[in-house]
């Protein structure tokens, strides 16, 4: 069936660190894959997204290339910043029947420190 | 534009209390959705819809109903609480138009069930 696993967190990095988040999917065809972010109290936002293979999503410095042959999609940003703290969550988009059903991860929790 | 508003934002319920959980969204999107987010589970799949009077199961529908009499509203129901329902539940709608169909969510509705 279609899954999403993630690295378990949480993630507790100094500010201005180098960020990965790895991401690897379960899926028939070629689902769209995407990376939502959850800040505290909120609701989930799309952060970025791919659609096929060897794409590159981004937004706001994060990003993530959908790589087919290890069926991954890593999220990184090169310097992260106090307010990236949040929740991530790696998502695919199931291909097959279901109109929108998504998939996540469990999550992962990101804590920058000053 | 509200985008999707939740009430209430915060419940707490006895074992075998019934309420019903209001989502509401302004942006005229057929999708809607109700997930329900666990620690260590990501978001899973309860209910969705993709128009008036059109509802269907996704992954865990034990326990909830949901019905769609409107484009912008989408209730779910909890006939008889139990304490496996204590969760964070978030309400999310989309178009099901265009090639990428972003999903956009409301804020939540933290439940306890004791």
């Known amino acids: 069936g279609n899954s999403v696993t993630q690295m378990e967190g949480p993630v507790t990095l100094s500010e201005e660190a180098f960020l990965t988040i790895n991401c690897t999917y379960t899926?028939?065809?070629?689902?769209?894959l995407f990376w939502y972010v959850q800040y505290p109290g909120e609701g989930l936002q799309l952060l970025l997204k791919?659609?096929?293979?060897?794409d590159k999503g981004s937004n706001k410095g994060f990003e993530a290339t959908y790589r087919k042959e290890t069926t991954s999609f890593h999220l990184e940003k090169g310097s992260v910043q106090v307010s990236d703290s949040a929740v991530y969550f790696c998502?695919?988009?199931?291909?097959?029947?279901?109109?929108?059903?998504?998939?996540f991860g469990a999550g992962t929790r990101l804590a920058v420190h000053p | 534009n509200a985008g999707v508003t939740q009430t209430p934002k915060f419940q707490v319920l006895k074992t075998g209390q019934s309420m019903t959980l209001q989502c509401a969204q302004d942006?005229?999107?057929?999708?809607m959705s109700w997930y329900r987010q666990d620690p260590g589970m990501g978001l899973r799949l309860i209910h969705y819809?993709?128009?008036?009077?059109?509802?269907d199961q996704g992954e865990v529908p034990n326990g909830y109903n949901v019905s769609r009499s409107t484009t912008e509203d989408f209730p779910l129901r909890l006939l008889s609480a139990a304490p496996s329902q204590t969760s964070v539940y978030f309400c999310?709608?989309?178009?099901?138009?265009?090639?990428?169909?972003?999903?956009?969510f409301g804020p939540g509705t933290r439940l306890t069930v004791l």
């Open positions: 999310a709608s989309s178009s099901l138009t265009g090639p990428y169909n972003e999903q956009f």
């Open positions: 899926a028939t065809g070629y689902p769209s």
């Open positions: 791919a659609t096929k293979a060897d």
């Open positions: 998502a695919l988009r199931r291909v097959s029947g279901g109109y929108n059903k998504l998939i």
């Open positions: 942006m005229n999107h057929e999708y």
């Open positions: 819809s993709v128009g008036a009077g059109i509802t």
